[in-house]
């Protein structure tokens, strides 16, 4: 097809008004997509970005995608990760939800204006006031969901409880050689050391930090986990390690996860002193949300009864809500426990401070 | 042509780029608890960076040694001799490049500690309560045998092509004027084989100075837990990037070294015909020792960890997750079009600097290649800092392009250097003569290069394509939502410590990353040798 066709002979020349057909189908296309009746049938969206790595959440999501209908959109990583993103991402930011795991990145997210303010009685009935950020005039920017605590591990052969009962014990001479942790770097430990520095101030920690170094049984590697075996396997005698995890190992039904538990011995530490320090997870409303009633919907769901029960049952933390019932046989066997009374602004605050000493005593 | 590639080159070197922009960013509100950059990088100068910096280089140093003894060894029998096995080690010794070095060191650790099957069973057999001369394998040392094992092939897989593709005339020379075969190898092969072996050694160096997650496994700190702590820790994205650039300095220097070094010598053998080497038939003690060498190679750098795989999926039981359909999907996805464009941009940027012979262009390249030394997570907060800059950050939760042009830039190397080792081994005579005959640039590329350099093109594609499948921080960083990868799967996992539930899909990207690989190194040992 030799001819050339020009706009204006398209008019009279090759049957109807092509071009203008094209247009008059895009016009009708174009009305019938923006039509309310197309919009109320899109099924509405949250956009969460979570810190949390754990599978038993998967149950969690579910259930509330099949209340509510509303479909959930997850990225997860670690906090840094989540934060870095976030904050590079600006005002376009698609994040409806941000959960993390750890109170001084919790702490930071606020810092870093990340969180929204939002007023929500439901939330603020339930949550206890010290679980979270303070109350301003706009509403609260995060809110705990679960807390987990840092505890003593020992192996019952080796080691008298009356001799790692406390944080402070651990980093006595009678413990020399006996010592495993994780690295010091990690978030769970830059806490408990932040927490330590409000409680006690910049040089005794240090004096403690360099106790612990001294009473190490091998470099601090692995997991905390790994350190709940090392105790067992007789590697060292004594460890601190996450709840949850002691916990899960407690629970299981395996033979050789039940041969390693009767091996040990576990402490509340600070029972009788400042308390067990505890860590805190959970989240708020994203500042540029672009869901944000579908926000507060599943942060309400998050502090509802059947969710709390999951972070109980499923990933072995505590439930932030009072008044739900804890149906796990685990920590019903670990009981009650004081617990530490430490900020969360604190553990933030100081993790910088915390890093620094660990550095200086060389807790690698 | 060359504003094509002046194109590729800018684009591929934005993020790195894109690393100076924190220095340009004012610190937000919260400074006032943070020391700022200068501080930051004073404190850990003075505690620990010195450590850091001795350990990487003793890490560096131990897996050089293990890769080159592992890899040159393995290439040289398999490429030279005719003995028991050979045709299945020859394609078989690269399998342990589907592995991932995070999960090699859990098998590792978990083969050979305390609890672990050896001892345990080293222990019965000796009947004694502890193996006092047992070194624990969570240590410098274990890293380094890990590593070694993880990381030969790429030193196996580039030696053996430079000594596949090495003329026989060569070693026929050396035989007339009385060379035995180990002076000939030392004399002769091993130098011509150099930048070959530079560049496969390269490659695996510096993966380990970007690994993050394995080294912290065996507790070792190198010089990216000082990367990660100034970041992390100390909250500091300057720092950070200031340590990542001083990283990536180092690794341009050792570059320019070897480049200077080599820059009078030629690598191209002259001479009108090539004729391949015949492999030399070994019979009896020697045979069985070549084949001793590559087993056990092949059994402790693959065999061992699959088993070991295998046995903790056999206690777990095999429980599939419903979302693992889409987690190889998307990982088998983004790995095949990430090789492909990877090769693609590999082969222009190597052309436009052997055509233009620019020198600039060369050291272009140079640079773009050492994007391979930063960890994957530094290199995202670049990416990140330019999408920040230009707020189109939102893209990444969008669309996965995001991810594969990180990737690009991450693995431009692997391609990189395969490709310009094929290159290099082609003489700018050959080119000369096709010109003289009439022939275009283009078409001395298709008709005279490409089947020269197949097996080079085979090789980059390969290396990029597992690279990915492997590939976590970025990853992590950067993904669209609801876009899990395998890698990222079993992150959560480890990151859960379900460490025996991590298994499977471990396995399936071991799996995953072992079919090409097989079938790319079958293809490579069928080509017609020239």
Known sequence: ?364 | MHRVVALIALLLSLPLLGLFIPFFQTQDGSAAVDLGAQGTLLHLWKFVLGDYLVSTFVLLTGVGVGIFILGVGNAWLVANYQFPGKRIFEWALILPLAIPTYVMAYLFVDVLQFSGPLQTLLRQVLGVETLWFFPDPRSLGGAMWSFSFCLYPYVYLIARTAFLDRSARLSEAAETLGYSGMQAFYRLVLPMARPAIFAGMALALMEVLADYGAVSYFGVETFATGIFKAWLSFSDRLAAVQLSLGLLVFVGFIFYIEQSNRARLRYASSGVIQRAVLPKTLLGRRAFWAFACCGLTLLCAFIVPALALLKLLWQQGLSIDVRYAKWLTNSFWLACVTALISVACAVALAYAARLTKSRTLVWVNRLLGLGYALPGAVLSVGILSLLGLVEAAWIMSATSLVLIYAYLIRFLSSSLQSVETGLSRITPSMDGTAALLGATPFQTMRDIHFPLLKRSLLTAGLFVFVDVMKELPATLLLRPFNFDTLAVATYQLAADERLAELALPSLTIVLAGLVPVIVLSRAMSASKRY
């Open chain 1, 1 to 364: 097809m030799s001819s050339k066709i020009s706009p204006k002979s398209a008019v009279t020349h090759r049957g109807a008004n092509r071009p203008l057909r094209g247009l008059r189908r895009l016009l009708v296309f174009a009305a019938v997509a923006c039509s309310p009746l197309v919009w109320a049938a899109k099924p509405a969206e949250l956009n969460l970005y979570s810190a949390r790595h754990y599978q038993t959440d998967e149950a969690l999501y579910n259930d509330f995608t099949k209340s509510t209908g509303i479909k959930i959109n997850r990225i997860e990583a670690s906090d840094n990760a989540l934060i870095e993103r976030l904050k590079s991402e600006g005002a376009k930011s698609p994040a409806d939800v941000i959960l993390l795991v750890d109170a001084a990145r919790l702490w930071r997210a606020e810092t870093d204006g990340l969180f929204q303010p939002i007023k929500s009685e439901y939330l603020d009935a339930r949550i206890p006031a010290n679980l979270r950020s303070q109350v301003l005039p706009e509403g609260v920017k995060w809110f705990g969901f679960s807390t987990r605590a840092r505890v003593i591990v020992y192996n019952k052969a080796r080691i008298q409880a009356s001799d790692v009962d406390t944080y402070e014990k651990l980093a006595e001479p009678q413990n020399k050689g006996q010592v495993c942790t994780r690295s010091g770097s990690h978030p769970y430990m830059l806490s408990l050391v932040g927490a330590m520095i409000d409680r006690v101030g910049v040089p005794a920690t240090e004096v403690w930090a360099r106790g612990m170094v001294a009473n190490m049984a091998r470099a601090p590697r692995g997991g905390d986990t790994d350190q709940i075996t090392a105790v067992a396997s007789g590697e060292c005698g004594v460890a601190l390690t996450n709840s949850y995890y002691f916990v899960r190992m407690l629970r299981s039904k395996k033979a050789e996860d039940q041969a390693l538990i009767a091996k040990l011995g576990f402490i509340w530490p600070n029972q009788q002193t400042s308390g067990t320090h505890i860590n805190i997870a959970g989240g708020g409303v994203a500042k540029n949300a672009p869901h944000p009633e579908a926000a507060k919907k599943f942060l309400e769901y998050l502090a509802s009864d059947a969710a709390q029960a999951y972070f109980a049952d499923g990933n072995n933390e505590w439930p932030v809500v009072t008044s739900v019932k804890v149906e796990n046989e685990g920590l019903a066997k670990l009981g009650d426990f004081k617990v530490e009374n430490v900020s969360v602004a604190a553990m933030g605050r100081n993790q910088v401070e915390a890093q620094k000493i660990l550095d200086r005593a060389r807790f690698k």
